[in-house]
C-alpha cells in the first residue's frame, strides 16, 4: 500500500491510500497501474539476468474485448487487497476481466535470448468455489507454441501456507487469500527472438468470477521452481518478484575522507520477511569527491508491497564526519537510465521510501516526509471538539528520532491529536509516563521483580505502570503429562470422590490418573471431562502466579493478555478462558481484538460478542477495565466499518482503547499499518467525539438486558461451538440484536449464584449442559423463565450422556442429527449461499422456515407444536412449566435468518466499498427473524428505534448515560426515531457527533428524532 506525497495530495481512493494529484507520466491520482500500458511503448520485455522472464499483466496491451473485456486493475479493485498473508500483487496492479464477457484479448512481446524449454507460471487470484477461467497462448515464428487454459476450479495449484499442489483449498479461517500460481507442468519451447503472449478471456461456467491475473513467469530453472514448491512454505514462488534491472544507485562523496555506503535489502511488507530470495546487501565505496558507476539495486526491493530502505554511511578515518549524496535511477522499458531522486546527508544513516511499483512511478522519497504530510493533513482537516483526556489509547506509531528536533516535534504533536499513549518495542523508554504500559511476555515469573526493579532504574516509576501484558494470541498453559496428584489433590477440593471421575476406581484415588487426551472422550467420558477442567485451572493458575506478583509490585496495573477470536471457532470465545479465567483472578483485564473485517463471518456486527464475554468475565467485578483493539489497519478496514466497530465496542463495555499499529507502511515495523489519510482523519474525529462522554464511558457502564445467550465448561470441553453450532450461535446473537433486545452472556457459575433471576429469556444452542446447570435452568423457567434452544442443544449433559432434566423440561426425544458436510457451514458469508435447504418448516403461525446446515428431528410429548417440517413431523415445540416457557427447534433459525441476505460472492479481503468482506447484510428471513423473537416478545425493551437493525446500546453512569447508536444497514438514515422507554436524564440531551437532535413526546415516552449515518452517541444529562 502506498502513502505517496507530493503537494498537493491526499486524494481517496478504491485502496485509500496516499496518492499525488499529479503522478509521474501524468497518471490519474491513486491510478498508478494506468501507468502500466504505456510503459512498454512498444518495447519487448527483456530477459531477467538469469535468462527469466517476470512479465506484469497489467503491462499487456489489450487489443479486443472493450469496455467489458480485459482492463488494468490497481491494487484494491481485486479481492484479495489487505496488509497481512497473502493479498499482495506484484508491482501493485493486475490485468482484470469481467465474470463473463465476449472474448477478449490482450497482449505483450518478449525478446528470447536464447532457445530453451520454459515454464509458463502464471500467478493470479482464485476465487474458492468460483471459476476465474482465462487463457495463455504463445506464438513465435507464426505459430502457436503454447494455448493452454487457466484458473478452472479442477486444474492443478501452487497454493500458500504449505498447501502444495491442489485443485482448491478453504482456509479454515476464511476463503479470502486465494492468490495462486498455476503452471508447474506448462512447458513452451521458444526460440531466439520475438515471442508474443495473449492473455484471452471469455464466457465462463458459473458460478463465475472475475479474473484477476497478476504476473506471468517464464523460466528454465524447473529445479528451482520444484524447489520452492517444495520448501516455501508460506507464499511459494512470490520470491522471485523483485524490482531487479529497474532501480539503480550512485554513492557521491561529498566528505573529504574515503566512505563506505552499506546497501541494504528493502524491508519487506509482503507481508514480512518470509520470501525465499536471492538478494544479497551491496557495498559500495567512493573517495573524496568521487561518484561510484550506476550500481543495479532493485533486485534488492520487493514488488509485491512498499517499504523501507535504511542506508548505512561510514568514514574510513574513525570519528570523521560524513557528507553524501544518494541518487536514484530507474531504467525505462527500452533500457534508458533516467536520474530521478537525489539525496544529500551528513548523517550516517538514512532511510528512504520506496515503491514496489518503482518502474511506473519513478519516486523515493525519505521517510520523514511522511509525518510531515500526514501532520499538515490533519491539520488542514478540522474536527470538532478536542481529544479524550480520560480515556487509555494505546498505539505503536512513527519511531522515535533522538536528535532530530524537527521530527520530534512533529511527532510529539501527533500523538497529541490523538491523544495517543505510544507504546515503545523495548520497554527502556529513560523516561516515565503516566499510565504507561509494559509488556512482560518474555520474561519468567520468577525474573519479575527483577525486571521491575531494572525498570525503576531506568527511570519508570512503578506506579505510573497501567497496563502489563503478558503476550499476544495467547492460550493456556497445560499440565504436565504426570500430573495424577495435583489432578486428584484439584479433585478432591472440589468435594469429588475417585468413582465420579472414573466410575472403575471403587473409593480408591490410585486409580484416578490425569488423562485429557481426545480418545478418551468416548471410553471414559467422565475423566475425560474433569480432566479438561483441571487443565484450565491449571492454565489459570499459571496466570494467576504472575498477576498476584505483579499487582503486589504494581499497584495500579492491570494484566491482560491479547485473546485472538481466530482462534478455534471464530468470533465465539470459549467461558473457561474468556470468562472464568479473569473470575478466578488469573488475569484482571479482557482484552481481545476487532480483525473481523479479514474474515467472512456473517456480519461484523458479530465482534460486539467479544466486548459482551468481557463483560461477563467483569460481571462481579464491574471496576474492571475492557482492553480491546479496534484496529484502523487499511488496506483491509475501511473508515465507515472502523466508526461501527469503535462505536460497538464503547457500546458493549470498551474502556481501553489499542489501535495496535498507527502509521504507514513506509514507517511500519511489518504487516500492520494504516495507509489512508482519510482512516486517520475519522479516527481522530471519533476520538473527539468520544471525549464528549467519556467520563460516562468511563465511571459507567452498559446496562445489563433481560436477555441472554448461555456459555459453559460443558460446551467447552465438547466443543459445542463446532460449525456449524458454532456459526448458529453467532448468528443467534446477531439476529436477537434485531429484535431490539440488549443481549448479554451468561454462564454455568451465574445460574448456579442465581443471578438468572434477572433475566426473563435465555437462548442456549450449546449440546451440553452440567447436572447441576440443567436443574438450574428448570427452575428458572418454572419462575417465569423463557428458554429457546436451537437443534441438538441441552440434550447432553457434561459428561456428554443424555441429558433427563432438559429433554423433559423440553419435551422432546431426539433422533440423530443430520448435518450437511456439501457445504459444511463454517463460514456465514460463504457457505450459505451454497447450501441447499435440508428440510422446510411449516410454521402453525403461517409461513414457512426453510432448514440449512443441521437437521435434528426429534419426538414430542406434553408440548404444543409451533412447526412442522415436510413429513408432518414435529420441528419447532414450546412446552409449559409454572410461569415459564421452553422452546426447541429442530434446526438452526439463525442460520436460516441469515441465509437469504448474503450474496453468493467470491470471498474476499480488501477494502472495497463493494467488497464482501464489509458487506452489511439486510435482507433477512421474516419468518426465521419472528420465531427468534418469540422468547422475548415481552421483555423489557429501554430503547426502540424505528429502524430495526440500529443497534442501540445504554451505558449509565451516576449522573448521566450515553445511548450509543450503529447502524447496521449500508445507508445513511435520515429522520430515525428513537423511543426512550425508560428513564433517563433529559436536561440536556445533545449528539456526541454534533448533530442536530430533537425531541418529542409520545404517549409519555421521549422520542428523539435524529440523523444517523453510520455510528453516533446520544448524549443524555
Known amino acids: 500500500m502506498t502513502p505517496t506525497y507530493r503537494l498537493p495530495y491526499f486524494v481517496f481512493v478504491s485502496l485509500a491510500v496516499w496518492v499525488l494529484s499529479g503522478s509521474a507520466y501524468g497518471a490519474p491520482a491513486g491510478n498508478e497501474a494506468a501507468l502500466a500500458p504505456g510503459y512498454r511503448g512498444g518495447q519487448p520485455v527483456a530477459a531477467q539476468a538469469d535468462g527469466s522472464f517476470i512479465i506484469e499483466a497489467e503491462e499487456f496491451a489489450v487489443k479486443s474485448g472493450g469496455a467489458n473485456g480485459w482492463r488494468t486493475m490497481n491494487w484494491g479493485e481485486n479481492y484479495y487487497a489487505a496488509s497481512l498473508a497473502n493479498t499482495f500483487l506484484s508491482r501493485k496492479g493486475c490485468l482484470g476481466a469481467p465474470e463473463q464477457c465476449a472474448r477478449a484479448e490482450a497482449s505483450v512481446e518478449v525478446e528470447v535470448p536464447a532457445a530453451g524449454r520454459y515454464l509458463a507460471l502464471v500467478r493470479y487470484e482464485a476465487a474458492y468455489r468460483f471459476e476465474t477461467r ?44 486465494n492468490t495462486v500460481w498455476e503452471g508447474h507442468d506448462a512447458w513452451v519451447e ?105 550500481e543495479e539495486v532493485g533486485s534488492l526491493l520487493d514488488t509485491l508491497n512498499d517499504g523501507q530502505w535504511r542506508f548505512t554511511a561510514a568514514s574510513k578515518t574513525k570519528g570523521a564526519p560524513v557528507h553524501y549524496r544518494l541518487e536514484f535511477g530507474v531504467k525505462n522499458a527500452a533500457g534508458k537510465l533516467e536520474s530521478v531522486a537525489k539525496f544529500e546527508s551528513r548523517t550516517n544513516a538514512l532511510e528512504v521510501a520506496y515503491d514496489a511499483n518503482t518502474r511506473w512511478t519513478r519516486r523515493f522519497r525519505t521517510t520523514d516526509t511522511f509525518l510531515y504530510d500526514l501532520l499538515a493533513h490533519l491539520k488542514k482537516t478540522p474536527v470538532r471538539g478536542k481529544p479524550p483526556e480520560r480515556t487509555l489509547i494505546y498505539g505503536f506509531t512513527f519511531d522515535e528520532r533522538p536528535g532530530d528536533a524537527k521530527y520530534t516535534a512533529a511527532r510529539e504533536e501527533f500523538l497529541k491529536l490523538f491523544a495517543l499513549n505510544v507504546r515503545a518495542r523495548n520497554t527502556k523508554s529513560g523516561t516515565s509516563r503516566a499510565s504507561a504500559y509494559i509488556d512482560v511476555r518474555s520474561v519468567p515469573t520468577p525474573k519479575l521483580n527483577e525486571h521491575f526493579e531494572k525498570l525503576k532504574q531506568d527511570g519508570q516509576k512503578l506506579e505510573d505502570i497501567r497496563v502489563v501484558s503478558l503476550g499476544d494470541e495467547i492460550g493456556l498453559g497445560r499440565p504436565p503429562a504426570k500430573s495424577d496428584e495435583p489432578f486428584r489433590e484439584w479433585a478432591r477440593g472440589r468435594g469429588l470422590k475417585p468413582e465420579d471421575i472414573n466410575p472403575a476406581a471403587g473409593g480408591d484415588w490410585s486409580k484416578v490418573a490425569y488423562d485429557a487426551s481426545p480418545a478418551l472422550s468416548g471410553t471414559n467420558p467422565r475423566l475425560f471431562y474433569f480432566a479438561k477442567l483441571y487443565a484450565y485451572h491449571f492454565g489459570t493458575q499459571q496466570l494467576k502466579e504472575r498477576t498476584d506478583l505483579i499487582k503486589r509490585a504494581l499497584p495500579n496495573a492491570d494484566t491482560g493478555a491479547n485473546f485472538s477470536p481466530h482462534h478455534g471457532p471464530l468470533y465465539l470465545g470459549d467461558a473457561h478462558m474468556w470468562i472464568s479465567l479473569f473470575r478466578a483472578g488469573g488475569m484482571t483485564m479482557p482484552w481481545s481484538e476487532d480483525y473481523i473485517f479479514q474474515v467472512p463471518v456473517g456480519s461484523q456486527q458479530m465482534n460486539n460478542l467479544l466486548l459482551d464475554l468481557a463483560r461477563a468475565a467483569n460481571r462481579y467485578e464491574p471496576r474492571r477495565d475492557s482492553h480491546f483493539y479496534v484496529m484502523p489497519h487499511m488496506p483491509g478496514n475501511r473508515p465507515e466499518s472502523w466508526r461501527r466497530l469503535f462505536y460497538g465496542a464503547l457500546g458493549h463495555g470498551m474502556t481501553i482503547v489499542n489501535l495496535f499499529e498507527f502509521r504507514p507502511v513506509q514507517a511500519a515495523y511489518t504487516e500492520n499499518y494504516v495507509n489512508s489519510p482519510k482512516m486517520f482523519v475519522e479516527v481522530r474525529r471519533a476520538f473527539h467525539e468520544l471525549a464528549t462522554f467519556e467520563d460516562v464511558v468511563q465511571d459507567g457502564r452498559p446496562r445489563w438486558g433481560k436477555a441472554a445467550l448461555w456459555y459453559s465448561h460443558a460446551g467447552d470441553v465438547w466443543q459445542n461451538h463446532r460449525a456449524p453450532f458454532g456459526p448458529n450461535k453467532r448468528a443467534l446473537a446477531v439476529a436477537v440484536r434485531h429484535q431490539q433486545t440488549p443481549l448479554d452472556i451468561v454462564e454455568e457459575e451465574d445460574a448456579l449464584r442465581g443471578t438468572l433471576s434477572g433475566y426473563t429469556a435465555l437462548y442456549l444452542t450449546d449440546a451440553n449442559v452440567s447436572q447441576a446447570a440443567s436443574r438450574a435452568l428448570a427452575d428458572w423457567v418454572q419462575k417465569g423463565g423463557q428458554l429457546f434452544a436451537t437443534a441438538g442443544a441441552g440434550l447432553l449433559d457434561e459428561f456428554n450422556q443424555p441429558n ?36 422446510q418448516v411449516t410454521m402453525k403461525s403461517g409461513g414457512t422456515v426453510p432448514v440449512f446446515a443441521a437437521l435434528g428431528k426429534f419426538t414430542a410429548s406434553g408440548s404444543e407444536v409451533l412447526g412442522t417440517f415436510k413429513d408432518g413431523s414435529p420441528a419447532v415445540v414450546a412446552r409449559t412449566h409454572g410461569t415459564g416457557r421452553a422452546i426447541y427447534c429442530g434446526f438452526l433459525p439463525a442460520l436460516t435468518y441469515f441465509q437469504p441476505a448474503i450474496p453468493k460472492r467470491p470471498g474476499d479481503r480488501t477494502s472495497a466499498a463493494d467488497s464482501l468482506a464489509h458487506f452489511i447484510p439486510t435482507k433477512f ?63 440536556k440531551i445533545e449528539l456526541a457527533s454534533g448533530g442536530k437532535v430533537t425531541t418529542s413526546k409520545q404517549g409519555g415516552q421521549t422520542v428523539l428524532t435524529l440523523d444517523l449515518a453510520v455510528a453516533d452517541t446520544v448524549i443524555l444529562r
Open 134 to 177: 482465462f487463457r495463455l497462448r504463445v506464438e513465435q515464428g507464426g505459430q502457436v507454441k503454447l494455448d493452454r487454459p487457466y484458473g478452472a476450479r479442477d486444474q492443478q495449484k501452487i497454493w500458500a501456507f504449505r498447501q502444495g499442489l491442489k485443485t482448491e483449498v478453504g482456509w479454515d479461517w476464511g476463503q479470502v487469500e
Open 190 to 294: 521458444l526460440a531466439p527472438g520475438r515471442a508474443r503472449l495473449t492473455l484471452v478471456a471469455e464466457n465462463q461456467p458459473e458460478p463465475a468470477a472475475r479474473r484477476h491475473v497478476d504476473v506471468i513467469v517464464l523460466t528454465k530453472d524447473e529445479e528451482g521452481v520444484k524447489a520452492r514448491i517444495a520448501k516455501e512454505n508460506y507464499l511459494p514462488l512470490d520470491g522471485l518478484l523483485t524490482q531487479a534491472g529497474d532501480v539503480f544507485l550512485k554513492f557521491h562523496n561529498l566528505s573529504t575522507t574515503p566512505l563506505t555506503l552499506s546497501v541494504p535489502v528493502g524491508i519487506e511488507h509482503s507481508p514480512y520477511w518470509i520470501h525465499q530470495r536471492a538478494w544479497k546487501p551491496k557495498s559500495l565505496t567512493a573517495e573524496p569527491g568521487a561518484v561510484t558507476d550506476w
Open 804 to 839: 433427563a432434566t432438559l429433554r423433559t423440561l423440553l419435551g422432546v426425544q431426539p433422533q440423530p442429527l443430520t448435518i450437511s458436510t456439501n457445504p459444511l457451514v463454517l463460514f456465514e458469508k460463504t457457505d450459505l449461499p451454497f447450501c441447499e435447504p435440508l428440510d
Open 925 to 987: 428471513h421474516a419468518g426465521a427473524g419472528q420465531l427468534i423473537g418469540l422468547p422475548v416478545a415481552k421483555a423489557e425493551r429501554p430503547v426502540v428505534c424505528s429502524e430495526p437493525l440500529v443497534e442501540a446500546n445504554l451505558i449509565e453512569s451516576k449522573s448521566a448515560a450515553a445511548l450509543v447508536l450503529v447502524n447496521w444497514t449500508p445507508t445513511p438514515l435520515k429522520g430515525l426515531k428513537v423511543t426512550l422507554q425508560t428513564a433517563l436524564p433529559q436536561k
